[in-house]
């Protein structure tokens, strides 16, 4: 079954070509990991921090979809071909 443009979103390109979108194995949904410094994954400054990050992203990839990013790439077309080059 095929999907149109408009109903696959990049978040699910990644994943199928990249696998989880997260930044940090022990916040990864599908291949987790204890990082080996880490004392208390709760208390963790990074993985505090890349929760947020990792939550942002997700948001984006899975918000756009193909149909968008073709969209983006043909009005940043159109604007470039309106710049006049007057250089000799």
């Given at each position: 079954?095929?999907?149109?443009?408009?109903?696959?979103?990049?978040g699910?390109?990644?994943?199928?070509?990249?696998?989880d979108?997260?930044?940090?194995?022990?916040?990864?949904?599908?291949?987790?990991?204890?990082?080996?410094?880490?004392?208390?994954?709760?208390?963790?400054?990074?993985?505090?921090?890349?929760?947020?990050?990792?939550?942002?992203?997700?948001?984006?990839?899975?918000?756009?979809?193909?149909?968008?990013?073709?969209?983006?790439?043909?009005?940043?077309?159109?604007?470039?071909?309106?710049?006049?080059?007057?250089?000799?």
């Amino acid at each position: 079954m095929s999907l149109p443009p408009s109903k696959i979103s990049i978040g699910s390109i990644v994943r199928i070509l990249e696998g989880d979108l997260a930044p940090l194995q022990c916040l990864s949904e599908t291949n987790y990991a204890r990082c080996d410094e880490c004392l208390d994954e709760t208390t963790c400054g990074i993985r505090l921090v890349m929760v947020d990050i990792n939550t942002a992203i997700a948001q984006v990839f899975d918000n756009l979809t193909l149909a968008d990013m073709v969209e983006r790439s043909k009005l940043a077309s159109q604007r470039q071909s309106r710049i006049l080059d007057y250089s000799i």
